[in-house]
Structures are given as C-alpha cells and as structure tokens.
C-alpha cells in the first residue's frame, strides 16, 4: 500500500504558492472559494476539490469542482457528528487521507462505494481560532492513487491556513459591516426621531429604515387610549404591506394574548425568538386561516422590544426575518432596545405635546364662540387657525352690542404660545368685555387695561384694535394699542386700510390712546386680522398689507362667511408659523 | 438671514449692533444679548444699533417691547439708533416709534 507518492508530475510548488498568495488577497467569499477549488486542482493536479464550511453543528459545501453528478447534492450538507472524512477532519483538526476506496470502505463503511476505483483522498482541516471544531475542510482526490508526502502535505496546510485566514477575514469584515449598518440605522432612525413631534410618521420612517437590512419586515404597536394598535408596517416586498396591514385589521391585537407584541406591551420585557418553529405558530394561531396567513410570513427569527420611557412601555417594535441563515442574536436584541429607548422617548414627548397643545387648544376653542351669530342687523364671520407646527398662540376676537345700540369688535393677540398664551388671552377678552360694559369709549377701555397690565398683567404684551360702530351716524370709532391697521372694504371693492394714532401695546407701558373715527357705509365690510394673516416670512410690511387689501375685495360677496374663507385661501397663509385669525362684520344688507 | 450680534461698550452704554433681519428665527439671539447686558453690572443705557437691520416683523416687535419692559425695571434707558426707513415704518406702525432716538 503506497499511502505517499510524490513523483507524479501535477503538483506544482510554485502554482501552490501562487494559489496561496491569491488567497492572502482574497476579499469575497467567491475568491476564496475560487482559489481553494478551482485554482488549487489546476496546481496540485487534484481531479476534485471541494470547500465545506463547519457551522452550528453541521457542514454546508460553499464550493467544488470535479464532482461527479449527483454526488454534490448528495454532500451539499451533513452533521459533524457523521462518520465521513470530512466530518472526522471537522472534529478532529486533523488531515484525513485515504489512500484508495478499499481503505474508505473499511473505515467508513456508510461511505461505501463513494470514491471510485483508483482515486485517493485527502481532506484537510482549515483551522480556526477557538477550535476544535475546524471553521472548514477542504477536500482533495486525487487519480492514481496519488498522496502528498510530507512536505508537501505542509505546504498544503499553509494553505488551508490561508483559507483560513481569508475566512477569518471576510467574517470581521461583515461583522464591521454589520455594525456599521446598525449604527448607520441607528442615526437615522434618532434624527427621524427628533425631527417630528408627530409620532406616527416618525415610527413608520423607523420602521422603514429597519428594511431590508435589519428586518424582512418590521411593526410598530403604539399604546393608544382605545388599546393597542399597529402603527407602521414596513416590509421588503412593498405588495406585502397592504396584505400585512389586512392582517392586523382582520386579527386586531389581544391585550391578554400570552405571548409576543401584547406580552412585551404589558411586561416591558423584550422576547427574542431566535428560531421560530413551526409549533410556536400552532399554538399562536387563531383558526386554520390565521395560521395559514402566518405560516406565509415566513418568520424565520424575531424579535420583539419595548417602546419605554419613564418606566412606561408606550409600545412595541417588532422586527422579523424571513430569509433562514441570519437568525436575530443578542446583539440584535441590543440594538433594537437601544432603538426602543429612543421610540419611547419620542413618543413620550408627543404625548406629552399633545396633551399641552389639546389643552391650549380646547381653552383657546372654549373662549372663541366659533360662530357669532346672534347679533339682530349684523353680519360677523370670523376665522381662527391655530399655528400647525410652532404651538397654539394667543391670538382672540369678541363682537359685542352695546346698551346704547352700537356694536362693538375687538381682535387682539397676546405674545407667546402655548397655555399660557391662551389663559392670558382667556382673561384679557373678559376684561375688555367687562370694561365695555361699564365704558364703551374704546379710550377708556385702553386706559382700564393699561392699569391692568400695570398692576396685575394677564400676560407680557398684548396688541388689540377696539372698534365701536355706530350704525346710525355710519361711522367707526376705534383705538389701536400696536396692532396692525383694520381694513374697510368699501360695496365697490375698494379698500382702506386705517391708519389710526399709533400708541404701544398693552404691556409695554402706559401710553395715552386716541381714538380715530371715520366713515363706514352700511354696505361697507369691516376686517379686524391677527398678523398671521397679513405677515409672511421675509416680506416688507407694505407688501403685505397691500396684498391683504387687493385680496379683501372678494368681502363684497353676499355671503360673509364664505368670503372670508375665500379670501384666506388666496392669500395662501402659512398657518405652520403662527395663528392666523380674522373676523369681518356688516350690516345685514336688505 | 442670519443675524450675528456684536456688543460694544464704554461708560456704561452698551451698544448691540445688529444685522439682517429681527424674526422669529433671530429674536432669541437678541433676547439672550440684550438680557445679558441688563443682568450684568454697570449698565446704565442700552442701545440697538439697526444701521445693518433690514427687516423687522411683529415677533421682532414683541423682542423690542420686552427688552424695553426689562430695561425699564432694571432702570436702565434703552432705545435704538439708525432705523432703516423699513424698520422704523413697523415701529411707528405699532406705536414703539418712541423708541427710535
């Protein structure tokens, strides 16, 4: 029995050392796979070869060439606990070689008749750090019964050390990919998450951002006051989206099911479902459709995290793959949380948000009569937005018939946002209610809330116009306290702005008012505004209030209310910068 | 649009030279510069020098009021110097043109 021969003419040294420097060079798991099967033959005249990598328990080939058909897939995997050569050289980090078929037969008799007549083998070990097991082997026959001797079976452990090495490589450099994915993921799902205090379109860019790279598909479950309920879907196939979202209509989310995104809402703990079997789906399902449906996700691996801030879980992020091989870990599991932390908090911050601005909100809606329409032989519409995106302002109106028959409009617009904007301008529209009801001299009423800012101030500063109309004489009779100029609009559609005796506004001290009066025709429209109305960013003040005065000629329409929605419209106002509030009164026309 | 604020003092008078416009993306800069001198010791006037301010709007307006109120119970005088005829058109429009010296 010959077991080493080293005279056959194939193995070239030089040709080995060349495969083994193109290894060293190696940066794609096709180059190595092409150096150790394809080019390696070629220079040690090897009739097959083939590359088999050890993971988990198991051996999966990568690689080969030369194989006889059908024998590929018959080796395209199998256990390290198997009596073969491959898995023998697997366990044991060392060379396997046989010598001919009849030796094989003898030593691995499951392996029977597997290497032809003639042929020898030699499966080597590519080591690995930690090992035993070894990270793979490569397997070599050769024709004729031809071994390496000893020195050459050295040069050909350098070179599945090379293998190695090249293996070792490209394994850090996906681990280095992989993390710099996540971090990658990691800061721009954190500025998706500061950017808005609109919750539900920065969890559903979350989850966006979490596909493909991280999740086949990934859900987010938000805590709402009705229950729980799905959010944002994201998912690889964008046809799946919409089938997922049926999902989730069509099996609404349990609060007492014992497991997955409703345990984790009501524990706060994170579940990480590494393998998903079969059997966990069963126990899931709700009928035979619901396992069906669940059954065509193919989930693979999952995991499922806490939205958390302030020691309450706002929701839950789920994230599933679908594709077998990259099963979630616990680094995984780290990232996620870490994302979880950051989703709470924004959550939490717009819920925190919403519930001042609701409050802003409702107290600015409860104060402002949404309609006035109660007033015999007047017309009065009146517009208010609140600003979309800065919080709710201060801005008010009030339309008030006095004893003595005449009518009293006021607009004013209390500096600053939010609630204390709002229970300012609350306190502010009921005192000058009050002070015209004792006075109705708009110059008394200022000289009253000059003392009332003086002494006891419901707010920083205020600019209000008080207009008192007195239908019988047709004319106006108004104050100015640092507001910008009401606006007649005459039945031809001609309008004035009026420039009455500029005085400071409330809050910035005592200053002595004087009152303007002019002509204003029963057919003429009165506009009292806010300067979320006229203002735009950047825009000399003239050209506003110019462009405000050739848009109010729509005014002139019979119906006041919709006039003045038509008249917003065109001017095309902004309302994300500030409150925009208006409201325009005439005489009933007969 | 930025609006870089440069201080200059001597004898007590604090001079804030201000630059482009006076909105609401600029009026915390001045706020924060204006407090900054009443807090402080030894400010006995404070002026805003608004040679370089091109454009002011009703949330300027309210920064101006403010700083004013602040420095009236600080005792302090404040007024403002070389309105550009834009600015001082707001200011007389709203009634603070008593602040133009």
Redesign the interface.
């Given at each position: 029995m010959t077991r080493q021969r080293s005279e056959t003419a194939g193995f070239d040294v030089a040709g080995l050392a060349r495969v083994t420097a193109e290894l060293g060079a190696a940066i794609t798991l096709q180059e190595v796979v092409d150096a150790a099967v394809t080019h390696i033959t070629d220079a040690i005249g090897a009739s097959v070869a083939t590359l088999v990598l050890v993971e988990n328990g198991a051996l999966r080939m990568i690689g080969g060439r030369g194989m006889r058909a059908g024998i590929e897939e018959q080796w395209s995997a199998f256990a390290l606990d198997d009596d073969n050569p491959a898995s023998e050289a697997a366990r044991t980090v060392r060379p396997v070689m046989i010598d001919s078929s009849a030796e094989l037969d003898a030593r691995y008799p499951t392996m029977r008749g597997q290497l032809p007549d003639g042929r020898s083998l030699l499966v080597l070990p590519v080591a690995r750090v930690g090992g035993p097991p070894a990270a793979a082997v490569l397997g070599l026959t050769f024709e004729d019964r031809w071994l390496p001797d000893g020195m050459q079976l050295d040069m050909l452990t350098t070179f599945a050390t090379a293998c190695g090495q090249a293996l070792d490589r490209l394994a850090a450099a996906e681990q280095v990919a992989r993390q710099s994915e996540r971090l990658t993921f990691l800061a721009d799902a954190s500025a998706a998450l500061a950017s808005s205090l609109d919750y539900r379109t920065t969890l559903q860019t979350v989850a966006s951002l979490a596909v493909p790279e991280l999740a086949t598909w990934c859900a987010v479950d938000v805590q709402l006051d009705t229950g729980p309920a799905t959010v944002a879907i994201a998912h690889v196939d964008p046809a799946k989206v919409a089938w997922a979202w049926e999902l989730q209509t069509r099996y609404p989310s349990d609060p007492d099911a014992p497991g997955g995104s409703e345990r984790v809402m009501r524990t706060g703990i994170s579940e990480l479902y590494s393998e998903i079997p079969d059997e966990l789906l069963v126990a899931a399902a709700r009928d035979p459709e619901h396992l069906q449906l669940s059954r065509d996700l193919q989930m693979h691996s999952a995991l499922i995290v806490p939205l958390t801030a302030r020691g309450q879980t706002h929701g839950t992020l789920s994230m599933i793959r679908a594709e077998a091989g990259r099963a979630y870990d616990d680094s995984d599991l780290a990232l996620a949380e870490d994302l979880g932390r950051r989703a709470g908090l924004a959550i939490d911050n717009a819920k925190l948000f919403a519930q001042a601005r609701d409050v802003a909100l409702q107290l600015q809606r409860a104060v402002l009569p949404e309609t006035i329409t109660d007033i015999p032989g007047w017309e009065v519409a009146t517009y208010y937005a609140p600003g979309g995106s800065a919080e709710v302002g201060g801005d008010f109106y009030d339309a008030l018939l006095l004893p003595d028959g005449r009518l009293a409009v006021v607009i004013g617009?209390v500096?600053g946002h939010g609630l204390p904007a709002a229970a300012g301008m609350a306190q502010l529209r009921a005192a000058v209610r009050a002070y015209l009801a004792e006075d109705p001299d708009p110059v008394a009423v200022l000289r009253h809330l000059d003392h009332l800012f003086d002494f006891a101030a419901p707010t920083?500063?205020a600019?209000m116009v008080i207009a008192v109309i007195d239908a019988s004489l047709e004319q106006v009779t108004l104050v100015?306290?640092?507001?910008?100029?009401p606006l007649v609009v005459d039945a031809d559609g001609a309008a004035n702005l009026l420039w009455t005796t500029?005085?400071?506004?409330l809050?910035?001290?005592s200053?002595v008012a004087e009152s303007t009066t002019v002509p204003l025709a029963a057919t003429s429209t009165l506009l009292l505004y806010t300067?979320g109305l006229a203002?735009r960013?950047?825009e000399?003040?003239?050209d506003s209030l110019e462009r405000l005065a050739r848009q109010s000629a729509v005014l002139t329409a019979p119906s006041l209310r919709s006039a003045l929605h038509t008249m917003v419209d065109a001017l095309g106002v902004n309302a994300a910068?500030d409150d925009v509030t208006a409201l325009v009164v005439r005489r009933v026309q007969p | 649009m930025g609006s870089p604020i440069t201080i200059e003092h001597r004898d007590g008078v604090y001079v804030l030279h201000v630059t482009g416009a006076l909105d609401l993306e600029t009026v915390d800069q001045l706020r924060t510069a204006a407090c900054g001198q009443l807090d402080g010791d030894g400010c006995v006037e404070l002026i805003i020098d608004a040679a370089e301010l091109s454009f002011i709007d009703s949330t300027g307006i309210g920064c101006l009021v403010d700083i004013s109120n602040r420095a009236r119970s600080a005792g302090t005088r404040f007024g403002m110097t070389n309105l550009e005829p834009q600015v001082a058109r707001v200011l007389d429009l709203v009634g603070m043109s008593h602040l133009a010296q």
């Open positions: 617009d500096m920083r500063m600019t100015n306290a640092g507001h910008y100029p500029a005085r400071p506004p809050g910035a001290g200053a300067d203002e960013r950047g000399i003040l003239d910068d | -």
